[in-house]
């Protein structure tokens, strides 16, 4: 018998890091002289992290990362 897909709950989040390789030293200075840069990613949630009793981390196996233009804080 096959498993059964689960459906998603609501979820929300107000808080995320990102893994930056290539120019990340570049960006670095960007958000070190007071600027933000927007950005979308899509992927999948693909693993449990730490619970500290107000959140669950998760890893994510990103398929698309955008990134535009810095703006100022």
Known sequence: MPRKIPT??????S???IDI?????????????????PFTISGYIS????????S???TADVEVAGFGQPKLG
């Open 21 to 37: 390789k290539r120019n990340r030293r570049k960006l670095a200075k960007i958000v070190a002289d007071g600027h933000r840069i």
């Open 47 to 54: 693993g449990v992290g730490n619970d500290d009793g107000v």
């Open 15 to 17: 808080f995320a890091l």
């Open 8 to 13: 998603t709950p609501a979820l929300s989040s």
């Open 56 to 58: 669950i981390e998760f």
